[in-house]
């Protein structure tokens, strides 16, 4: 093994991001960092016993260009002796149907389709090639949409069932690593361009800022991801304890104590209430949390939107979360 190598194993035991005897489906574009990571895990597959396989989207955006990157990770599968799955989506014409972005779009079929295949062929972790770099882009991209402290922990290495072992390298360290193996790789022209925020963040705004302060950049970041990681695991653990100390705190009922919650700060009461719209299947947005939190300011029997058939009322001492029909639902806060 070479240094880089090396490095990525010992990043993988310390972090445990793959146990030893796991398969492993690694999603494989034919782009550098895709194509580094496979090329990493195969290097690693005899020390820790793995079961390979590989999954490549075919969205059609790019006509013969789709087409080449396709049979260029076929081939690299074959000489490699792995599985490759490969599913063709009509991007354009399912994005119009579900009227959303191609790129949200996009990413939606990728993800149903790698978890198809772990259902299917028993496949435990989905790999993906996410960097230190995108990882910078994800924390700017959710910092100027107004995130949260969760926004900045920016991309985890391991999250559920989704694994991304490259998190701790750069996009210099992985091209630097493909031209001393001589790993070839297949270029997106339109990761170039500006049109996408994203595609805006990563090719105008990181470098700027890069230049400036000399390479700090993703480095900074990715210690404020950690100290948000840590701070994020914190209030989980507070939570929890508030809940069970305090019977009156009724998530999955969406039954509030009025007079518990008046003992906590607006911080913890935000943070129940964030819980309380994930368990109903509703969208946790700030201004929603403002505009219940706020009850709390005005008096007994006001009520306010939650989201899609569901208000928040002040009655009998709770903020109760309530279903109404979507048409009778408030638009506007006390």
Not at 8 to 30: K, P, T
Not at 220 to 227: I, M, N, P
Request: charged fraction near 30%; proline fraction near 4%; aromatic fraction near 8%.
């Amino acid at each position: 093994m070479n240094r880089t190598e090396k490095q990525f194993l010992e990043y993988i035991r310390r972090q445990g991001v793959v146990s030893n005897d796991e398969s492993v489906l690694v999603a494989v574009s034919g782009g550098p960092d895709s194509m580094a990571l496979l090329h990493l895990l195969i290097v690693i597959t005899p020390v820790l016993h793995l079961r390979l396989g590989v999954a490549h989207c075919n969205f059609g955006l790019r006509g013969k260009e789709s087409d080449g990157d396709e049979a260029f990770v076929r081939e690299s599968c074959l000489e490699h002796g792995l599985t490759c799955h490969v599913r063709r989506f009509d991007t354009k014409a399912v994005a119009k149907a579900w009227k959303k972005s191609i790129e949200e779009t996009a990413r939606e079929l990728r993800y149903d389709f790698f978890a198809e295949l772990c259902r299917e062929k028993n496949y435990k972790l989905i790999a993906t090639g996410h960097h230190s770099g995108d990882n910078a882009e994800t924390m700017l991209f959710n910092l100027f949409r107004g995130t949260a402290v969760a926004g900045l922990r920016g991309i985890r290495s391991r999250q559920g069932r989704l694994i991304r072992p490259l998190i701790p390298f750069s996009r210099q360290q992985i091209i630097g690593y493909l031209n001393e193996r001589g790993i070839a790789w297949r270029t997106d022209r339109t990761n170039a361009g500006l049109e996408h925020d994203r595609n805006y963040i990563r090719n105008r705004v990181i470098p700027v800022i890069e230049e400036r302060f000399r390479q700090k950049l993703a480095a900074s970041l990715d210690r404020v991801a950690e100290h948000a990681g840590e701070l994020e695991e914190f209030m989980e653990q507070h939570i929890d304890r508030l809940i069970a100390e305090h019977p009156g705190l009724d998530l999955a009922g969406g039954k509030l104590h009025v007079g518990t919650l008046l003992e906590l700060t607006r911080f913890e009461r935000k943070e129940l209430l964030k819980r309380v719209l994930q368990v109903w299947g509703l969208p946790v947005e700030s201004r929603v949390l403002n505009r219940i939190a706020g009850l709390l300011e005005t008096q007994p029997g006001r009520r306010v939107y939650a989201g899609p058939g569901v208000e928040v009322v002040w009655k009998d001492g709770f903020l109760r979360f309530e279903e109404v029909p979507p048409d009778a639902s408030v638009s506007d806060g006390p």
